[in-house]
């Protein structure tokens, strides 16, 4: 995979906020630029960012796997992560996600039909205390999502679009 000049260039960017010889620390940055043009992060991308920086692809691949933001295949242009994790669970994490498939038809990973939404389940957000919690496309945090506040959501945005 051939990356534009612009792409390269925000590469370049990044790498310049790190010493010389550690241009590998900008790999997680290098990670979101595609993502954000590409919508997901491909294996042909993984291999061509760990050229770009001089480093293994498999240490690449590492880094996509391990957090949750990095898309390994396309998604929606909503991306749905509800958590799942025990403090969620303990109130109603489980059934939010459960909820959020069944109104759209989708099992977790899964995608519409129309593009439009991708369900995930999710590790812990960091905001327990505001159990069940989301976050909307990596970006958007959202708390205290019962059943009217998760419908609420998905007819915002299908009327988005
Ligand atoms: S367990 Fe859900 S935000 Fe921490």
């Given at each position: 995979?051939?990356?534009?000049?612009?792409?390269?260039?925000?590469?370049?960017?990044?790498?310049?906020?790190?010493?010389?010889?550690?241009?590998?620390?900008?790999?997680?940055?290098?990670?979101?630029?595609?993502q954000?043009?590409?919508?997901?992060?491909?294996?042909?991308?993984?291999?061509?960012i760990?050229?770009?920086?001089?480093m293994p692809?498999?240490?690449?691949h590492?880094?996509?796997?391990f957090?949750?933001?990095?898309?390994?295949?396309p998604?929606?242009?909503?991306?749905?992560?509800?958590?799942?994790?025990?403090?969620?669970?303990?109130?109603?994490?489980?059934?939010?996600?459960d909820?959020?498939?069944?109104?759209?038809?989708?099992?977790?990973?899964g995608?519409?039909?129309?593009?439009l939404?991708?369900?995930?389940?999710s590790?812990c957000l960091?905001?327990?205390?505001?159990?069940p919690?989301?976050?909307?496309?990596d970006?958007?945090?959202?708390?205290?999502?019962?059943?009217?506040?998760?419908?609420?959501?998905?007819?915002t945005?299908r009327?988005?679009?």
């Amino acid at each position: 995979m051939n990356f534009s000049e612009a792409t390269l260039a925000l590469f370049a960017r990044e790498v310049a906020k790190f010493p010389a010889d550690q241009k590998q620390s900008a790999v997680m940055a290098c990670l979101a630029i595609v993502q954000h043009e590409q919508g997901h992060v491909s294996q042909e991308a993984e291999e061509a960012i760990a050229a770009y920086l001089g480093m293994p692809a498999i240490a690449v691949h590492e880094v996509t796997t391990f957090y949750n933001m990095y898309n390994q295949q396309p998604v929606g242009k909503y991306k749905l992560n509800v958590c799942t994790n025990l403090p969620c669970q303990l109130r109603h994490g489980e059934h939010a996600l459960d909820h959020v498939c069944k109104r759209l038809g989708v099992k977790p990973y899964g995608t519409t039909e129309d593009g439009l939404f991708t369900v995930q389940p999710s590790e812990c957000l960091g905001a327990c205390a505001d159990a069940p919690v989301m976050l909307v496309n990596d970006r958007e945090m959202l708390s205290f999502m019962d059943d009217d506040k998760l419908d609420e959501l998905i007819d915002t945005l299908r009327k988005e679009g």
